[in-house]
């Protein structure tokens, strides 16, 4: 009996990020920055202002490469983390109202990418394809999913770099 090939731990990973994506922005009006968790300390320069997390640092840099410093914890060790925010920036084809989505949408085809690629490797092992799911559900992709971090990104390049 032939598999159905639509249904394979790829599609069941990125049907999971999309709602959990969906359950984000229906909780938050629809809007895209809740994932950039940004804070007033570093965005608006307020020394007594909210940190915020990671993200926003990605987001900065997405938004304004050249300029993002002034709004960087350690702009050094964030310009490390450069090639997700410049991709999501060409995504947006530099629109800073379409960032915040293609951050979401990189890191949703991130999750997809490594799984899909962690799938090819256990298949080529001639391990059960289901256990990609661990890869793609790992909470650790949901968290960086949700706070707009660069994880999804490197972990799925790795992935495909082993597979090639």
Same mark, same amino acid.
Not at 25 to 44: K, M, N, R, W
Not at 45 to 68: R, T
């Given at each position: ?13 990125? #049907?999971?990020? %999309? $709602?959990?994506? *969906? ?8 809007? !895209?920055? +809740?994932?950039? /968790? ?44 450069? #090639?997700?925010? %410049? $991709?999501?920036? *060409? ?8 960032? !915040?989505? +293609?951050?979401? /949408? ?59």
């Amino acid at each position: 009996m032939r598999q159905k090939t639509w249904l394979n731990p790829t599609f069941v990973v990125v #049907l999971i990020c %999309l $709602l959990c994506v *969906l359950a984000v922005l229906i909780g938050s009006d629809g809007d !895209p920055l +809740t994932f950039v /968790l940004q804070g007033t300390q570093f965005s608006e320069n307020d020394l007594l202002g909210s940190q915020g997390y990671d993200g926003q640092f990605v987001y900065q840099i997405a938004l304004s490469p050249g300029e993002a410093a002034a709004h960087l914890d350690v702009s050094a060790y964030r310009y490390q983390r450069i #090639l997700y925010p %410049l $991709l999501a920036r *060409l995504l947006a084809f530099g629109q800073p109202l379409l960032i !915040p989505w +293609t951050l979401i /949408l990189v890191n949703v085809a991130a999750i997809g990418l490594g799984t899909w690629a962690t799938q090819a490797l256990l298949a080529d092992q001639r391990v059960s394809r289901w256990y990609a799911l661990v890869y793609g559900l790992y909470g650790g992709q949901l968290v960086a999913l949700r706070t707009d971090l660069t994880e999804p990104l490197a972990y799925g390049l790795a992935q495909v770099a082993m597979l090639a």
